[in-house]
């Protein structure tokens, strides 16, 4: 069978636990980051973006912070459900319409009952 | 609202052979983007749309690739002839300046596996 994901870092977590997934930027001149959420089967899921003139952003359940200075971001769900189990992305880019957004490789994220 | 339509859901060729891949963006979404997902990697920019017209191509191997959105709206997306490589899950976005965040709205894909 098909194995997906065969490449990616995995994180593993918990039910109710809180999950933490990184994301190194290559371009020091993208001023817009968006985090992803693919579930097998379906297209990226927009989960919350953040601008460069932020360092932190909170959603509902989710918090992304950017630290610019070593061109990291990270995405932290709280209280994760099995429902969250999919593979995240990070996106960079500029923030202006019709952007061209770059993806990084992904996380799976798991989440055990 | 409906969302970014792609078919098929999946196709199988052997290499050499031709396919295509159709996208419906959002009613009204003047941006239309081409990515391919490659197992275990994330989305990579084949060719962007803004209505009819070409912005980025630059990553389109256009000695088998093409793409077309004659109308500003539908897309097709063909390769001939595939090759082992192209096997991929082929995404279709789109995005509207109207939108808040700019943030595309992407089809659920056409999973394609060349034999």
């Known amino acids: 069978g098909e194995s997906v994901g065969l490449h990616l870092p995995t994180l593993s977590v918990q039910e109710g636990d809180n999950s933490i997934i990184n994301c190194a930027y290559s371009?020091?001149?993208?001023?817009?980051f968006i985090w992803y959420k693919q579930e097998s089967g379906k297209g990226p899921q927009f989960i919350i973006d953040?601008?460069?003139?932020?360092d932190k952003r909170q959603g509902q359940r989710v918090t992304v912070l950017l630290n610019k200075t070593v061109k990291h971001l990270s995405l932290q769900i709280a209280a994760t459900q099995p429902g969250d189990s999919a593979v995240y992305f990070c996106?960079?880019?500029?923030?202006?319409?019709?952007?061209?957004?770059?993806f990084g490789a992904g996380t799976i994220l798991r989440v055990k009952s | 609202e409906a969302g970014v339509a792609q078919s098929p859901r999946y196709k199988i060729i052997e290499k050499r052979q031709s396919v295509a891949f159709w996208c419906n963006p959002i009613?009204?979404?003047?941006?239309l983007y081409w990515y391919q997902q490659i197992l275990g990697q994330g989305p990579k920019l084949l060719i962007q749309?803004?209505?009819?017209?070409?912005?980025?191509d630059s990553q389109l191997p256009k000695d088998r690739f093409s793409a077309e959105r004659l109308k500003g709206v539908d897309s097709t997306l063909k390769i001939q002839p595939a090759k082992l490589e192209d096997s991929a899950v082929y995404l279709c976005?789109?995005?509207?300046?109207?939108?808040?965040?700019?943030?595309?709205?992407f089809g659920s894909g056409t999973r394609l596996t060349v034999v």
């Open positions: 009613s009204g979404h003047a941006t």
């Open positions: 371009n020091s001149a993208s001023d817009y």
């Open positions: 749309f803004q209505n009819n017209g070409v912005v980025d």
């Open positions: 953040i601008r460069s003139n932020m």
């Open positions: 976005a789109s995005s509207s300046y109207r939108d808040r965040n700019y943030g595309y709205t």
């Open positions: 996106a960079e880019g500029p923030r202006e319409y019709g952007n061209k957004l770059v």
